[in-house]
């Protein structure tokens, strides 16, 4: 019994890591964490400042789980992938418990539930422009969205490539 649920975790596991690391969802992930990190503590977006980073443990552990919730916030709506039988963009991609979920970390003072959720809507919202849509009155109801991408077209990569100069100019300008 133990092996046969150990078999199942590892299997679903692994084919979250494995479909949940999209170029445009990772990307986005981390332009999140860097734009809240360039907001909060600019100092950061420099080889200087990486190095101050590393070597304060009071700014380490301020900065980390920010930006480990941007990151895994970005990726875990994908996680229906690996789920058998729930079915993909369902309830992992209905805005409503992350919006909660953002509103209880604000009011909390829970910053990395705060910028998780903010990653789990940055997906939603991504995902919104492809063509199958995200649901948006109730998990399980009609998808919605601005259906302009087709899912590994050329537009995703244009988008891709779009957010990692956006990347590369938020780390120049501070
Ligand atoms: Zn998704």
Redesign the pocket.
Known sequence: MAGRLLGLATSVFSRFFLKMT?TN?TISGLLLAEIVIAITCHDVLSIQGIAHVLQNKHICHALAPLAAGCFTGALF??V??AIPGLG??TL??WPVPYLIGAASGYVFHLSWMLYFCAGCLL??F??SFSLMG?PLRSPFGKRTGFRVMRVGAFSETVTAVLMGVIMYRIWILF
């Open positions: 999209k969802h709506p994908d229906d992938l993909h963009r992992t991609h997906h939603i991504l995902d995200v």
